[in-house]
């Protein structure tokens, strides 16, 4: 008899990797829809099959049909979206589903937890401390004026963290620590009706995690941030800790508040000397440190799946307290981040360091510390984080060494000649990419494709974007700047890079280091014929995106492209 099979949306080393581990240990057969295809969590021994979905924002007709056909086929007897960018469009079109069982919010939280307003309001409602603050209207107050109100520095959130119409773009909080910097960002507010302004509570972050039914709390866990990658981060390094009785009564009154069903986290900033508390957010999906409540005793994706899929409930688990988790790559970042600042003295760096590397070590030693990533039956991904973070470290280190960048650019140039060498009766495609295909690659293109006319006439030449929005115009910075290079941009329009259009060319030019993630997320091959166009530069590096810079980083940006283009040009003649 074939295992019952379940679908886990997501792709990162926390909350997705230990649905899936926990979902593929109780037996059930695993597939995933991930984001990022180069995802190391996608090295999984318990992923069974993985699935591609067309981008949200392109056509959401194609996505609900393309999730209809995959719920068809497989009659997965649970969904379980990791995060907001898969919940919010399963949300929107939940009728479309029919009877398959997802591990959504239930209407009532959805509607609480998915807009910080909302939740602010609700907590009031039941009690529950929050940060001074207010929403703001089509004309929010100056910043002279919200810092007189709350103070400084102030905490600038967003209602929603993703929205549908981008829902490939996260609006992140921002912590303004002066007049000048609130003023600037609220003037660079887009929509201002969908933020609010926090007062900023001094004290350490606490997480309250729970698995609830119709409002009634059946596994509660708490963790503390031991180390943070920055006041509006998520926490690197973390620790169980017994339950606040406040926290516990607070978190009840929520989960009541909204006949919670499901899975939530509640985050929380408590000052350690006195005790007072604020609720900053929460999160009603699966969270970052799913991993250490896990390690610490409750198995939550299993205890969802039996609540929602079998309809059977746990009685409440003791967990270990003092049980510690790391997530390791963005921990490394953290150290590395500790040991480059020279505000301390380098001796006082490493011994600091060191100190934090034998104290995790000892822990390791006595089974109170895990990674994220670690897991005895299923090492591929744990040790794929590790290959990442030494191909991270040894790209630092081999960009100070002068000589290595311009062996590199030689070596794909030569590659990229290869990929466009002339046959007869055929047409070479190149393709230029960018993000959003509206400064950089389409006047690339344009200048390519004039210069190659003579030449090369048999290279056609095309362009596109990584962003899944088109028909976008050039900004119009861009078009003044590139109409003096003699390319006109005033009647372009964005385009999406189709994976089809992408794995048919013969060769493909980007421009920065972001632009190849993009291409290895997106799981498309970037072989031999992809090549940065700033390897044909005499100093090779990335072109970055000029987007939102003034006309003198375009003209620059324009300037640069031009002269490696020129190169391009000489190299193809050859």
């Known amino acids: 008899m074939e295992p019952d099979k379940v679908l886990v949306l997501g792709d990162d080393s926390r909350a997705f990797l230990a649905v899936v581990r926990s979902l593929g240990r109780r037996g059930l057969a695993v ?3 991930p984001f990022d295809h180069a995802a190391f969590a996608l090295r999984s021994r318990h992923i069974a099959a993985i699935h591609r979905l067309p981008p949200y924002n392109l056509d959401p007709a194609a996505w609900v049909e ?12 649970l969904v379980v979206p990791c995060d907001d960018r898969s919940i919010l469009p399963l949300q929107r079109h939940r009728e479309a589903w029919g009877g398959t069982r997802i591990a959504l919010p239930n209407e009532a ?5 998915f807009d910080k307003q909302a939740t602010r309001e609700l907590a009031a409602g039941a009690g529950v401390p929050v940060a001074p603050g207010e929403a703001f209207g089509a004309a929010p107050p100056d910043a002279s004026t919200l810092a007189g109100r709350y103070g400084l520095p102030l905490a600038l959130k967003p209602r929603h963290s993703f929205e549908l119409d981008q829902i490939a773009s996260r609006r992140s909080v921002s912590i303004l620590h002066t007049e000048a910097a609130l003023a600037a960002a609220l003037a660079a507010l887009d929509r201002p009706e969908l933020y609010l302004v926090e007062g900023f509570f001094e004290g350490s972050g606490v997480g309250v995690s729970i698995l609830a039914a119709e409002g009634e709390i ?10 943070e990658s920055g006041p509006t981060g998520g926490s690197t390094y973390r620790v169980s800790a017994a339950l606040d009785p406040a926290l516990e009564q607070a978190t009840a009154a929520l989960a009541r508040a909204v006949a919670l069903h499901g899975v939530a986290m509640f985050e929380f900033r408590r000052n350690m000397a006195t005790g007072q508390f604020v609720l900053l957010e929460v999160n009603a999906r699966f969270w970052g440190s799913l991993p250490l409540a896990i390690a610490a005793g409750i198995d939550f994706p299993a205890q969802l799946y039996d609540l929602l899929v079998e309809g059977r409930r746990h009685p409440r688990i003791r967990y270990r307290v003092g049980q510690y988790a790391r997530s390791l790559g963005n921990d490394a970042y953290r150290v590395v981040g500790a040991l ?11 011994a600091r360091v060191g100190g934090e590397f034998a104290t995790g070590l000892g822990r390791m030693l006595l089974g109170r510390e895990r990674h994220d990533t670690f897991a005895g039956d299923d090492l591929r991904p744990w040790l794929g984080e590790w ?7 040894a790209g630092g280190a081999t960009r100070r060494v002068p000589l290595m960048p311009r062996l590199a650019a030689a070596r794909h140039r030569r590659a990229f000649a290869a990929q466009l060498r ?3 009766g055929r047409v070479r495609r190149l393709l230029v990419l960018c993000f959003g295909n509206i400064c950089r690659s389409p006047f690339a293109a344009a200048l390519l494709a004039e210069r190659l006319r003579e030449t090369r006439p048999d290279i056609l030449v095309t362009q596109a974007g990584f962003l899944p929005k088109e028909g976008r115009p050039s900004p119009p910075t861009a078009i003044e700047e590139a109409a003096g290079f003699g390319i006109d941009l005033s009647a372009h329009r964005s385009r999406f890079a189709h994976d089809a259009e992408v794995v048919a060319a013969d060769a493909i030019l980007v421009f920065d280091g972001h632009n190849l993630a993009e291409l290895a997320r997106r799981g498309l091959p970037a072989d031999a014929r992809v090549v940065m166009l700033g390897d044909f530069a005499a100093q090779p590096g990335d072109i970055e995106d000029p987007y939102g810079g003034p006309a003198a980083t375009f003209h620059e940006t324009y300037g640069r492209i031009a002269a490696c283009i020129d190169a391009v040009v000489d190299t193809l003649r050859r």
């Open 340 to 350: 480059s600042d020279h505000a301390t003295s380098l001796p006082a760096r490493l």
């Open 422 to 424: 002339p046959i007869e």
């Open 218 to 227: 059946l596994q509660a866990f708490q963790h503390h941030r031991v180390f």
């Open 31 to 33: 597939h995933v829809c």
């Open 387 to 393: 290959g990442e973070i030494g191909t991270w470290i």
């Open 109 to 113: 939280a959805f509607a609480a937890f």
């Open 66 to 77: 393309a999730v209809r056909t995959l719920f068809d086929q497989h009659r997965f007897a």
